[in-house]
C-alpha cells in the first residue's frame, strides 16, 4: 500500500483544485482552490479532470464562501451540467506553475516522501496534506497502513529535503504505538 504511493503519484501534473458543486442556476461551479491566492486557480490556462478525459476553460466569476471560489467553465451553462463536475480534481501541467525557492515547494512533492523522525527512526511516507483551516496537517503512512497526523509547523517538521526524497518529523509528533515501523519492513523503505 505505502510503496504504490510513488507510482500513484504523477510528477508531471499539479491538483491546483476541486470542484465542490454548482453555484447558482447558470452552471457556475464552486472551487476549493489549493492555490496561495484563491482566485489564481484559473491562472494556469487550461486544467484537465484527474483521469484526463476532461480539459477545461476556466473563469473566476467571484468568491463563494469558505476559501472557495465561483468560476465559470466554458461550455456548462446551467446547474445539471455543473454538477456534473463534483468532485473532480483539476490539475494543470508542472510547467505551467511558478518556479519555487530552494526553501518552497508544492504540496504535490510531499507526497510519497520517506517520514524519518529527526533520531533517524523510519516512520512511513508522507500519505496526503490536510487543509483544516486552521493550519495544514502530514498524514504519514506506516507500513501496516496506519496513518498519523503530524501539524505541518517548522515545529513539527524542522527539514523537507526533496533532493533526498524525505522528511523529518520531531520525535514529540508521533505516537510510538502508531507510527513505528518493525524492522523487517525497513528493506521496503530504504529502496
Known sequence: MVEDLQQEYKVDRVCVGVVTGAHGLRGLIRVKPFTDVPESVASYGTVETEDGSRHLELEVANRAGKGQVAVRVLGVTDRDMAEGLKGQRLYVPRERLPLTSPDEFYYADLIGLLVKK??????????????????????????????????????????????????????????EASAEVPDIARENYEQ
Not at 500519505?127 to 507500513?143: L, M, P, T
Not at 496513518?147 to 520525535?171: C, M, N, Q
Open 118 to 175: 529527526v533520531s533517524g527512526k523510519i516512520l512511513g511516507k508522507v500519505g496526503s496534506v490536510y487543509d483544516f483551516g486552521a493550519s495544514d496537517v502530514i498524514g504519514i503512512i506506516s507500513e501496516s497502513g496506519i496513518e498519523s497526523l503530524v501539524p505541518f509547523t517548522k515545529d513539527a517538521v524542522p527539514k523537507i529535503d526533496l533532493e533526498e526524497r524525505y522528511i523529518s518529523v520531531s520525535d514529540s509528533y508521533l505516537d
